[in-house]
């Protein structure tokens, strides 16, 4: 398996993709930023596994937490583009090692920072029209349920019948919410009003529900963003409950990091920030069945 897992022609729509995607955010006077791909820390977030050196060093699953303290020490609006790893993803739409876009807005709010990232998309794979769904409508569409009064139990049992086998209401909501996201077909919809306890570094408002969005494209999730939470003491305490639902589902501990807290307490100015697949918009670009087929060298021939 010497040989790539991209044609020519396909590393040469991702060259000019990536050149699309420099020009979009120099025409609107972004700050193009490198951060370290190999940190201290891991994310805590229990759904996702960081890749663990034998230096005691992770490789980075986002340059969110690198980002933000750039933003902390007076960045202005900011993105990246660049490799990122998660341990243990590999499947269609999924690649241990992938491209991310991941940009911050200062002054934005998740609905402005929404029709930037729809234009993005635009620019990327063609205009389209856009979709908006709140995620509680989304479920009950697909599902018939109300996730607000649904008992753990009924989710977990609605979960178990699409193949889960956790007994974490977490997980059953994340498996849920896929299945609908997949019925999305041939439609590009924002979902909206996330639960709180589903964005960990989001603002939560009064109602409960967190200023996040996702964009799904053809029932694929691509995009994820927040209005994003600044303040240090919630954000401590979310991380640290976040440690402790991985030693709960006895996933390997990641201590929360203390530079990103240390950040914040310093300030971090009112943004919003969101992180975009870059292989699987390109997919779509080239009309290709999996991200092996857009990158030189996929995880199997790596």
Not at 45 to 58: E, F, V
Not at 142 to 147: A, K, L, M, P, S
Request: hydrophobic content about 40%.
């Amino acid at each position: 398996m010497w040989r790539p897992s991209s044609s020519v022609d396909a590393l040469r729509e991702r060259a000019a993709m990536l050149r699309a995607v420099r020009g979009f955010f120099a025409e609107r006077d972004v700050l193009e930023v490198q951060t370290p791909v190999i940190g201290r820390h891991g994310v805590t977030d229990p759904a996702i596994d960081s890749m663990h050196l034998t230096a005691g060093r992770y490789l980075q699953t986002s340059p969110e937490y690198h980002m933000k303290r750039l933003l902390a020490a007076g960045a202005p609006s900011i993105y990246q583009v660049g490799p990122v790893f998660r341990d243990g993803e590999q499947g269609r739409w999924h690649n241990p090692e992938f491209t991310m876009v991941e940009w911050y807005r200062l002054g934005f709010d998740a609905p402005r920072l929404m029709i930037e990232v729809a234009e993005l998309v635009d620019v990327l794979i063609g205009s389209g029209s856009y979709d908006s769904i709140r995620h509680a409508d989304l479920l009950e569409r697909r599902f018939g349920i109300d996730v607000s009064q649904s008992s753990d139990e009924s989710l977990l049992e609605l979960a178990r019948g699409l193949g889960s086998a956790s007994d974490n209401v977490d997980d059953a909501l994340d498996l849920i919410f896929a299945d609908a996201v997949g019925a999305l077909r041939d439609r590009r919809v924002f979902v909206t009003g996330f639960p709180g306890r589903l964005a960990t570094l989001a603002r939560v408002n009064d109602d409960g529900l967190a200023e996040r969005f996702e964009l799904v494209v053809d029932g694929v999730e691509i995009a994820n963003g927040y209005h994003e939470l600044c303040d240090a003491d919630e954000l401590e305490r979310r991380l640290a409950s976040d440690a402790t639902k991985r030693r709960e589902r006895s996933r390997p501990a990641v201590a929360p990091d203390d530079r990103l807290i240390a950040a914040q307490r310093h300030g971090l100015p009112d943004c919003a920030g969101v992180a975009l697949g870059f292989d699987r918009l390109l997919a779509m670009r080239l009309g290709v069945s999996s991200i092996a087929e857009t990158m030189a060298f996929d995880w199997e021939r790596a």
